[in-house]
């Protein structure tokens, strides 16, 4: 089902973040074909599963790498300086190890204990689960669900419904309740005709009436984390927001790096300079540049605040929380600015397929459109900063 072939065990490197690093020009070398095939070449799967980057955040108790916040969003930046598809597939499944915090352990090591384990699905409620006996009866379907194609458990956000009604939580919130199974228990259903991020073979994926027991379901909302670390203190929509916003910086900074080669050896048509000679071009490099820089340094910081307090305090308070947010969608809006930017200064070079200038474009903006990232955040934030009354259930 996964369309993987096996994958021999091996150590996860003592640094994902270098590993990333040294995998940055493997994805941009395979980011043409992963966008011609709609999903991630599986030499490069393997290589980022090799590397341990599809397991960042499952818990070091169950064989995971339980790896600090800095270093998710480091890990996905750098892989997606290479390719945003292939950065956002390891935000995706990374994220996705966060459940196995909230599952018994051994439920937690069956789905993510091996080498290979790749996790991915769907957070949003797009499921309904009927109690039944020691577990769920479970149907829906989900769109998004990035990498499905070559995950080994998918997920799916469900609404618990129980005497022919929604079962209610204490604090009035439905009950939503993560619902895991083998990926080949889903049905995939290939709706992925986008702009951009092509790669990520995001597709809706389908459950019909499928028995799910207790141990492979997983309470966000309603329940405490399992494991103690500081790292299921983060709010997991938080952290998924960081995972989106690295991606951002990463394809922005990719596209700058292509911008400098390209001004480099490129005299425009009715000119005798190199691009790169232009005051205009040389003036708006400089900006972008800066603007990236001070988006980075501002996610970075908030997430190094909120690192600190999870450590010492084991909880992430309201306010680093909205700062992550807002750090997360700053990146992104600048992030996808920076491109536009790189884009237009590439002229018609640029336009081409076989320039990743283009595709880039595409990816930028595909990122701003993630709800946890979008610009409705900033209301959000906004909300907070303002002290007025703020639904904080999601922050």
């Known amino acids: ?229 500081p790292l299921y203190a983060f709010p997991l929509f938080g952290l998924l927001a960081l995972a989106i916003a690295g991606v951002a910086l990463g394809v922005a900074r990719g596209a700058l790096d292509e911008l400098v080669e390209l001004a480099g050896g490129k005299t425009p048509t009715g000119s005798r300079r190199l691009l790169a000679e232009r005051a205009t071009v040389q003036s708006e490099t400089a900006q972008a540049e800066a603007r990236l820089r001070a988006a980075r340094a501002f996610l970075y910081d908030s997430v190094g605040d909120a690192w600190d307090s999870a450590v010492t305090r084991g909880e992430v308070s309201i306010e680093h929380r909205a700062s992550l947010r807002l750090a997360a969608a700053h990146a992104a809006s600048t992030g996808a600015d920076v491109v536009t930017t790189a884009f237009r200064l590439g002229g018609g070079s640029a336009i081409y397929e076989r320039s990743p200038l283009q595709r880039r474009l595409r990816d930028a903006h595909v990122v701003t459109q993630h709800m946890l990232v979008a610009p409705a955040t900033f209301e959000l934030t906004g909300r907070l900063l303002l002290g007025v009354a703020t639904d904080t259930t999601q922050l």
């Not at 458990?153 to 009950?175: F, H, K, Q, T, Y």
């Open 1 to 229: 089902m996964t369309g993987r072939p096996n994958v021999e065990r091996m150590a996860a490197p003592a640094s994902p973040v270098a590993a990333a690093r040294s995998l940055a020009p493997r994805a941009a070398e395979h980011a043409a074909q992963g966008e011609r095939e709609r999903r991630l070449v599986p030499a490069l799967v393997d290589a980022l599963a090799h590397a341990g980057l599809f397991r960042l955040c499952v818990p070091a108790a169950v064989g995971g790498l339980e790896a600090p916040a800095g270093a998710l969003v480091e890990a996905v930046e750098a892989v997606s300086q290479g390719d945003g598809a292939a950065g956002w597939c390891v935000a995706i499944s990374a994220t996705s190890g966060l459940v196995g915090g909230y599952l018994p352990e051994d439920s937690a090591r069956e789905i993510y204990g091996s080498a290979d384990a790749i996790c991915g699905g769907v957070f949003a409620p797009k499921g309904r689960a009927t109690a039944q006996g020691e577990g769920f009866r479970v149907s829906g379907r989900w769109p998004f669900a990035s990498g499905c194609e070559h995950c080994t458990w998918l997920m799916g956000g469900s609404i618990v419904e129980e005497n022919g009604g929604v079962r209610m939580l204490a604090n009035g919130m439905p009950d939503v309740r993560l619902m895991l199974a083998p990926a080949g228990e889903f049905a995939i259903h290939d709706t992925w005709q986008v702009a951009g991020l092509r790669g990520t073979g995001s597709h809706d994926i389908e459950l019909t009436e499928q028995l799910v027991g207790n141990e492979h379901s997983a309470s966000v909302f309603g329940d405490p984390p399992l494991q103690p670390g």
